[in-house]
Nanobody, 121 residues
């Protein structure tokens, strides 16, 4: 009933920028918390940034000052602006969101399929 689709990943040189998007679609009643996670090769998935429905946000220490999370509630879309990228930012970036649908109005977490970000010269 709910699909999360990420886009915007790719290959970028160190110091470069990328902007990721996550579009939520389906019979959506509401969206609370939205998160960006990432998983580097051979490592566990880690939380990168979180944003609530009012726009309050928080970040992992490793990305503070470089990444900015935002959302457009009217478009059911979340963004991650990534600046000053480093090779250690390489990984698959996943969208995660707490969503309620019209069929039962219960909030559940959903995942996107991920988008690859590679930072390399």
């Amino acid at each position: 009933q709910v699909q999360l689709v990420e886009s915007g990943g790719g290959l970028v040189q160190p110091g470069g920028s990328l902007r990721l998007s996550c579009l939520a679609s389906g019979s959506i009643f509401g969206i609370n918390i939205m998160n960006w996670y990432r998983q580097a090769p051979g490592k566990e998935r880690e939380l990168v940034a979180v944003i609530d429905s009012d726009g309050g946000s928080d970040y992992a220490d490793s990305v503070k000052g470089r990444f900015t999370i935002s959302r457009d509630n009217a478009k059911n879309t979340m963004y991650l602006q990534m600046n000053s990228l480093k090779p250690q930012d390489t990984g698959v970036y996943y969208c995660n969101a707490e969503v309620a649908v019209y069929s039962d109005y219960r909030y559940r977490y959903y995942w996107g399929q991920g988008t690859q970000v590679t930072v390399s010269s």
